[in-house]
């Protein structure tokens, strides 16, 4: 395997990875490029839309309220989405839907349902969050998996505009951002005549504005994991996390449960299945043995070839077996997002789905998303200004993502050398995260550079330059590893090559450098890399946000 990695470390630049958004026309697949980026011909169509939505309260751009996902007085409150769904002559009873929740895996989750939904030929609809290159991403339609249209997204807007003012105006103005646009995912879905929606919860589950849904048009409900993300707005605890994100179970639903969860936190969710006579099915299940056997290549595009073994010793009787899948999606946590997803295919096919193994197996051998385990093309890494550059992109933000990020780094190469570029929102585990991509094994991490990126379009949750170096900082320091600490007005003056002058003889320290701009952090990390490594093979690693994903792929595409 190792020698398989030092080739994909030549390789990954000869296939066009960035775009990934797949999806199926017929049996064929083709990887889509149009659609996803934005210019100046869309900005000025969904202008007044644009306009309006940031006119509202946007959670993701301001940060959340203590306790606004809890399902308590400082909950959110779900009769404001019942009062605009309401007007809408309720659009979510129009179509079966399945619904997800969970602190990580969400967004892959969703993927892989609905292209394995694809791949059996039904209309799928799909609406997740955040959104990488426009907010159209957020809202998918038909058998292809399309970004909704400007023309289709806009026609909406206008038509719905006078009864969400209606709402507004019958709330106190108290209608959000996000409920707008769930509420114009869920009318398009049904004008659409979807066959099913794949739905991704905001924040939580018992308060989001998603949690509409009824049990009448849920098909099956899913909770991919449980960890401390948004801890103030969900409660303050784990325990208070599941019991927010188990909300979305309805009576007589079935629900698949991702995992793996701490004992107590798993209780608490089949406690409230068992409240509400909702079968389950467990994805980490002690009988399920799935597992990755290697790591190989395919035109210089790494996979992983997994093995599917579902046999839960309790829970819905769903046994399957699906060998060598070629999962582009890399890592374990993927791994088990797609143990998830297939759990929640055969939950529908148990309720008379038509829903083939053929479909499970194209479903997810065809699924990738941006920012996640993404590389760049060597072309697009030249077009960055970093020369003969592999340039990994993971939107990882919390301590077990950031452990999942290690895990994927050590398996796919293993040994490399490591330069990261981060950039985090305030409301992370700053020194949590920073510890976990620390302990990485088997390679040797040369420099960190600390900047900053965008969150929602806003800088009121940016982290800082200096309050990241500081807790890297604190991180290395926990963790015994020296660092070297690079102070300079201009820290652009690392491109030149006396700088390793003054540090050749500190070669085992990890270079620490905060740089505002991402590109000229991006820059500096190569330049760093290839100047300890003679040229050598190394991996610069993009991450701590998707958002700062979003600004890589906007520079090389502005």
Sequence with gaps: MAMAMKASL?????YPILSCSKHWRGSSLRVSFRGLCTDSTEELQL???????????????????????????????LSRMRTLMKLLDNPHSDFKAIHIAGTKGKGSTAAFISNILRAQGYSVGSYTSPHIHTIRERISLGKFGEPVSTKALNSLFLRMKEIINQARKLENGHISHFEVLTAMAFKLFAEENVDVAVIEAGLGGARDATNVICSTGLAVSVITTIGEEHLAALGGSLESIAVAK???????????????????????????????????????????????????????????????????????????????????????????????ATCTALCLRDQGWNISDESIRAGLENTCLLGRSQFL????????????????????????????LVDTIQRTFPGAHLALVVAMASDKDHVGFARELLSVSGGKIEAV???EASIAGGKSRTTSTSFL????????????????????????????????????????KIVLVSESSCLSSLRIANHILRGRTGNGSGVVVVTGSLHIVSSVLATLHG
């Design 10 to 14: 030549k390789l990954l630049g000869q």
């Design 47 to 77: 202008k007044d839309f644009m306009e309006y939505l940031d006119s509202l309260k946007n959670y993701e751009k301001l940060g959340v309220p203590k306790g606004a996902g809890t399902d308590s007085e400082d909950g959110f409150d």
């Design 246 to 340: 188990s909300g979305i179970i309805k009576h007589g639903c079935p629900v698949v449960l991702g995992g793996p969860f701490l004992p107590h936190i798993e209780k608490i969710l089949r406690d409230k299945a068992s409240l509400m006579s909702s079968p389950v099915a467990s994805a980490s299940d002690s009988g399920n043995c799935s597992k990755i056997n290697d790591i190989s290549l395919i035109d210089g595009r790494p996979y992983q070839s997994c093995d599917i073994v579902i046999q839960a010793d309790r829970d819905l009787s769903l046994p399957f077996e699906l060998l060598d899948v070629k999962l582009y999606m890399l890592g374990s946590h993927q791994l088990q997002n797609a143990v998830t």
């Design 377 to 404: 093309t060597s072309e697009e890494a030249e077009a960055l200004g970093l020369s003969n550059a592999i340039l990994m992109l993971d939107g990882a933000h919390t301590k077990d993502s950031a452990k999942a």
């Design 449 to 451: 550079l600390l900047t």
């Design 469 to 508: 170096r500081d807790c890297w900082i604190q991180a290395s320091n926990e963790l015994g590893l020296a660092t070297l600490q690079v102070e300079m007005e201009e820290p652009r003056e690392l491109l030149k090559d006396q700088f390793y002058g003054s540090v050749s003889d500190q070669e085992t």
